[in-house]
């Protein structure tokens, strides 16, 4: 084969013209500056006849565009559709006229035919651009335009990966990844960036190629083996369970306990292992049995892929079936809650309201059609209900609702938290008993305040189905709350900074990383420059409904059965979302004192608080039970730690793991994000960073951790999630705080967004449009 080299996008294409076996070049012509000045009036006409075709297209081919040193991508302008030699002339102008005002005259323009019929473009990337692992990954759009993935522009865009080696199984790419094959073999170059197009009839287009600059070791291309290792461990445990119900499961990122969201797609070991320890392992369960559902307290809720976390959504979804259902219809509904997360995977954010029935409202009977309709029989459909309103009551009962109970044993934390922080001068001992109290009186029962809250908002969120709260009265309601983090935005405001750092100073915007500072630790940076300036406060309007309304909230109570009054039941839908939020900060700053010292432990041996990162927090049990040196155990801690997260880092796994072979080769599409407020806002996005100017800006934040509330100090416009569902601690805070937010875009739209000069979010239209 022959062997080529990079020039200029024309020149580089020019050598590839007529010479690809699996894809063609449209015919061109490259025209430098000087050319073009010199040109008569016939050439340009004649190039419609040279080219073939009736319709052109002028692209931009500076001499550093496209190079090894950079893509210079975006910088400069293309032009489509042209028809005429006067629109041709005009073009090549425009097209000269976007290069630097210095260019060189013998600097040149591409003209070729406009490809027509297209049904598939999109771009390939030999290695994955952010780590640099062997893997292709394609971006691919199905709509017939030929710029929508690389100019930004709001699309639907299917992203597909396959490591390297792989033999493909999806169509599409058993076209592209011999061609991509190719094309390295004709640079002997394997880290490019290719832009091709479909035509309808299956003709392969190349429309660009050039280096990938990928700032990361593209040396690095480890063997199928660790990945062999996923597919092999996604084998055994998609097999049917004895234990379990539903034949088999599926993985994901962001339901139930959602990790993505919490500590990321690519947490730190010192952060995984805490979140394993206090929640994920079995504190999730034990709180589920304590509530009524199935026991599963011997399942860890959530695995982790060679250090990437992923709900079992088989256990989880067993996890949410009353404990008294019978065997044959908890199977039943396992697998059928499994095939609904696999038909709607835009759903694996929003599984609880949109797929599973783990809590009774009023407006059970829609869910319980679709259950017909899925050849569900009516006794099964009434032994379901039956047993979710005796659940449902039990846990929302005015007098002894198992919540309250919980609300109670949070308050135990705040002592017991004195206590240990004064009793022991060993950070050992300190951290062991921080984070063992942190389980039983913290995390245990938010867990409980956390499912009465998704409850609360289920049962309101079926006053307005039932049309008994109109939409105005539903929004008002949330904004009425009073949570811990509305009133941190006053307390902002009116408090010193050494009062308001002693109540709220343990807050960071990644709960469980070491790496991130506390704002007690970088309040200059969190906060607006001038403390007690003005910020978003919460405007909160005390719901007000007629007499009727109540009269029909009472009715409806009574005909379904649920232990409540109209007051009553408002009243714990209320204290329910904010006991929830109160139990998050209470138990955080356990956990926060407990990583500060982890910190101070490993500074007393040497070790920066990033070397800690990569150590697992079991080290401390160890620590506490036996005689080993402190300074070994840590220090082999962090060495095995920093192998594993650098062999996760070169680890691409989708959102929602559905078969074994997806350890090798999937697609991913984006998820549904939830759009809060009926507001529209347009502003210059910005991505939420320590120092960063939020004020007039939608804020752009990968998580919706509650340690993000700093923000709400900036007068910001909106913000924007990469990460969370509806029910999530940002949502609340948005609704709250009336501000228009769009939560879990997914990381690919986040990603696109971010780089945008301006955005619309709408969220009555429930769209985001880049201007």
Same mark, same amino acid.
């Given at each position: 084969?022959?062997?080529?080299?990079?020039?200029?996008?024309?020149?580089?294409?020019?050598?590839?013209?007529?010479?690809?076996?699996?894809?063609?070049?449209?015919?061109?012509?490259?025209?430098?500056?000087?050319?073009?000045?010199?040109?008569?009036?016939?050439?340009?006409?004649?190039?419609?006849?040279?080219?073939?075709?009736?319709?052109?297209? @002028?692209?931009?081919?500076?001499?550093?565009?496209?190079?090894?040193?950079?893509?210079?991508?975006?910088?400069?302008?293309?032009?489509?559709?042209?028809?005429?030699?006067?629109?041709?002339?005009?073009?090549?102008?425009?097209?000269?006229? %976007?290069?630097?005002?210095?260019?060189?005259?013998?600097?040149?323009?591409?003209?070729?035919?406009?490809?027509?019929?297209?049904?598939?473009?999109?771009?390939?990337?030999?290695?994955?651009?952010?780590?640099?692992?062997?893997?292709?990954?394609?971006?691919?759009?199905?709509?017939?335009?030929?710029?929508?993935?690389?100019?930004?522009?709001?699309?639907?865009?299917?992203?597909?990966?396959?490591?390297?080696?792989?033999?493909?199984?999806?169509?599409?790419?058993?076209?592209?990844?011999?061609?991509?094959?190719?094309?390295?073999?004709?640079?002997?170059?394997?880290?490019?960036?290719?832009?091709?197009?479909?035509?309808?009839?299956?003709?392969?287009?190349?429309?660009?190629?050039?280096?990938?600059?990928?700032? &990361?070791?593209?040396?690095?291309?480890?063997?199928?083996?660790?990945?062999?290792?996923?597919?092999?461990?996604?084998?055994?445990?998609?097999?049917?369970?004895?234990?379990?119900?539903?034949?088999?499961?599926?993985?994901?990122?962001?339901?139930?306990?959602?990790?993505?969201?919490?500590?990321?797609?690519?947490?730190?070991?010192?952060?995984?292992?805490?979140? &394993?320890?206090?929640?994920?392992? $079995?504190?999730?369960?034990? =709180?589920?049995?304590?509530?009524?559902?199935?026991?599963?307290?011997? #399942?860890?809720?959530?695995?982790?892929?060679?250090?990437?976390?992923?709900?079992?959504?088989?256990?989880?979804?067993?996890?949410?079936?009353?404990?008294?259902?019978?065997?044959?219809?908890?199977?039943?509904?396992?697998?059928?809650?499994?095939?609904?997360?696999?038909?709607?995977?835009?759903?694996?954010?929003?599984?609880? #309201?949109?797929?599973?029935? %783990?809590?009774?409202?009023?407006?059970? =009977?829609? /869910?319980?059609?679709?259950?017909?309709?899925?050849? #569900?029989?009516?006794?099964?459909?009434?032994?379901?209900?039956?047993?979710?309103?005796?659940?449902?009551?039990?846990?929302?009962?005015?007098?002894?609702?198992?919540?309250?109970?919980?609300?109670?044993?949070?308050?135990?934390?705040?002592?017991?938290?004195?206590?240990?922080?004064?009793?022991?001068?060993?950070?050992?001992?300190?951290?062991?008993?921080?984070?063992?109290?942190? /389980?039983?009186?913290?995390?245990?029962?938010?867990?409980?305040?956390?499912?009465?809250?998704?409850?609360?908002?289920?049962?309101?969120?079926?006053?307005?189905?039932?049309?008994?709260?109109?939409?105005?009265?539903?929004?008002?309601?949330? %904004?009425?709350?009073?949570?811990? $983090?509305?009133?941190?935005? %006053?307390?902002?405001?009116?408090?010193?900074?050494?009062?308001?750092?002693?109540?709220?100073?343990?807050?960071?915007?990644?709960?469980?990383?070491?790496?991130?500072?506390?704002?007690?630790?970088?309040?200059?940076?969190?906060?607006?420059?001038?403390?007690?300036?003005?910020?978003?406060? $919460?405007?909160?309007?005390?719901?007000?409904?007629?007499?009727?309304?109540?009269? &029909?909230?009472?009715?409806?109570?009574?005909?379904?059965?649920?232990?409540?009054?109209?007051?009553?039941?408002?009243?714990?839908?209320?204290?329910?979302?904010?006991?929830?939020?109160?139990? /998050?900060?209470?138990?955080?700053?356990?956990?926060?004192?407990?990583?500060?010292?982890?910190?101070?432990?490993?500074?007393?041996?040497?070790?920066?608080?990033?070397?800690?990162?990569?150590?697992?927090?079991?080290?401390?049990?160890?620590?506490?039970?036996?005689?080993?040196?402190?300074?070994?155990?840590? /220090?082999?801690?962090?060495?095995?730690?920093? =192998?594993?997260?650098?062999?996760?880092?070169?680890?691409?796994?989708?959102?929602?793991?559905?078969?074994?072979?997806?350890?090798?080769?999937?697609?991913?599409?984006?998820?549904?994000?939830?759009?809060?407020?009926? &507001?529209?806002?347009?502003? $210059?996005?910005?991505?939420?960073?320590?120092?960063?100017?939020?004020?007039?800006?939608? @804020?752009?934040?990968?998580?919706?951790?509650?340690?993000?509330?700093?923000? #709400?100090?900036?007068?910001?416009?909106?913000?924007?999630?990469?990460?969370?569902?509806?029910?999530?601690?940002?949502?609340?805070?948005?609704?709250?705080?009336?501000?228009?937010?769009?939560?879990?875009?997914?990381?690919?739209?986040?990603?696109?967004?971010?780089?945008?000069?301006?955005?619309?979010?709408?969220?009555?239209?429930?769209?985001?449009?880049?201007?």
């Amino acid at each position: 084969m022959d062997s080529y080299d990079f020039s200029n996008k024309g020149r580089t294409l020019e050598q590839l013209h007529g010479k690809l076996t699996h894809a063609e070049v449209l015919p061109l012509i490259v025209i430098s500056y000087q050319q073009f000045i010199s040109l008569h009036d016939g050439f340009l006409k004649n190039l419609f006849s040279t080219l073939q075709t009736n319709c052109l297209v @002028v692209r931009s081919s500076y001499s550093q565009e496209d190079s090894i040193n950079g893509s210079m991508a975006g910088m400069f302008t293309s032009i489509l559709n042209i028809e005429t030699s006067e629109q041709l002339y005009q073009a090549i102008k425009d097209v000269f006229a %976007s290069y630097p005002a210095d260019f060189n005259v013998n600097e040149e323009v591409l003209i070729q035919p406009m490809a027509t019929d297209i049904v598939n473009c999109g771009v390939i990337f030999t290695r994955e651009p952010t780590s640099g692992s062997s893997y292709y990954v394609i971006a691919d759009d199905t709509s017939g335009k030929t710029d929508t993935v690389t100019s930004g522009v709001n699309s639907e865009i299917n992203t597909y990966f396959i490591k390297h080696g792989v033999v493909p199984t999806i169509p599409l790419l058993k076209k592209l990844i011999p061609f991509a094959e190719e094309l390295m073999l004709c640079f002997s170059h394997n880290t490019l960036d290719i832009e091709y197009g479909i035509d309808s009839v299956g003709r392969l287009f190349l429309f660009q190629i050039r280096p990938l600059c990928t700032h &990361k070791n593209i040396d690095v291309d480890p063997s199928l083996t660790k990945v062999d290792s996923i597919f092999n461990k996604l084998t055994m445990l998609m097999n049917p369970h004895p234990f379990l119900f539903g034949k088999t499961t599926v993985f994901g990122v962001m339901p139930d306990w959602n990790p993505a969201e919490i500590i990321g797609l690519y947490p730190k070991p010192l952060a995984l292992s805490l979140y &394993k320890d206090l929640v994920t392992d $079995s504190t999730w369960a034990y =709180q589920r049995n304590n509530y009524g559902y199935k026991n599963l307290r011997s #399942f860890p809720l959530m695995i982790d892929f060679l250090g990437l976390p992923y709900i079992d959504v088989r256990v989880s979804f067993n996890s949410f079936l009353p404990k008294d259902l019978r065997p044959k219809l908890g199977h039943k509904l396992v697998d059928f809650y499994l095939n609904c997360l696999k038909e709607n995977p835009k759903s694996h954010d929003s599984v609880e #309201f949109d797929i599973v029935l %783990s809590c009774y409202t009023p407006s059970i =009977q829609t /869910k319980m059609e679709k259950l017909i309709q899925a050849g #569900f029989s009516e006794a099964e459909c009434g032994e379901l209900s039956s047993q979710l309103l005796s659940l449902t009551n039990r846990i929302i009962d005015p007098i002894t609702g198992l919540w309250i109970q919980d609300l109670h044993r949070i308050e135990k934390l705040k002592s017991l938290h004195k206590v240990t922080i004064e009793g022991f001068d060993d950070p050992v001992s300190r951290i062991y008993w921080l984070l063992e109290n942190c /389980k039983r009186y913290g995390t245990l029962p938010f867990a409980g305040l956390a499912r009465a809250a998704f409850i609360a908002v289920q049962l309101l969120q079926s006053l307005k189905d039932e049309n008994i709260l109109t939409q105005d009265e539903y929004d008002q309601f949330l %904004s009425s709350l009073t949570t811990v $983090s509305g009133t941190m935005q %006053s307390d902002f405001a009116h408090l010193s900074k050494e009062h308001f750092l002693k109540e709220y100073g343990h807050l960071r915007p990644g709960t469980y990383d070491i790496g991130s500072a506390r704002y007690d630790m970088a309040f200059e940076k969190y906060f607006a420059s001038s403390h007690n300036s003005e910020s978003q406060e $919460s405007i909160r309007t005390e719901l007000k409904l007629e007499p009727h309304i109540y009269e &029909k909230i009472n009715n409806m109570l009574i005909e379904h059965g649920i232990n409540h009054s109209a007051s009553s039941l408002l009243h714990f839908i209320k204290s329910a979302i904010e006991g929830r939020e109160y139990a /998050k900060f209470i138990f955080t700053r356990s956990l926060s004192d407990a990583i500060e010292d982890f910190a101070l432990l490993g500074e007393h041996h040497g070790f920066t608080r990033d070397d800690m990162s990569f150590a697992n927090a079991n080290i401390i049990n160890q620590l506490m039970t036996g005689s080993d040196s402190q300074y070994e155990v840590i /220090k082999n801690s962090i060495s095995l730690g920093k =192998q594993l997260y650098a062999a996760a880092e070169l680890v691409k796994l989708p959102p929602l793991i559905n078969s074994p072979h997806d350890a090798y080769e999937f697609m991913t599409s984006e998820c549904e994000p939830s759009y809060i407020t009926r &507001k529209k806002v347009i502003a $210059s996005p910005v991505t939420c960073h320590d120092g960063a100017d939020l004020t007039g800006k939608i @804020v752009l934040i990968t998580s919706a951790d509650p340690g993000y509330d700093w923000i #709400f100090s900036h007068k910001l416009k909106g913000f924007i999630t990469a990460f969370g569902g509806c029910n999530s601690h940002m949502a609340i805070r948005a609704a709250e705080l009336n501000i228009p937010a769009v939560i879990g875009a997914g990381e690919y739209k986040f990603n696109q967004w971010k780089q945008a000069k301006f955005l619309e979010l709408d969220c009555e239209s429930k769209s985001v449009r880049v201007i």
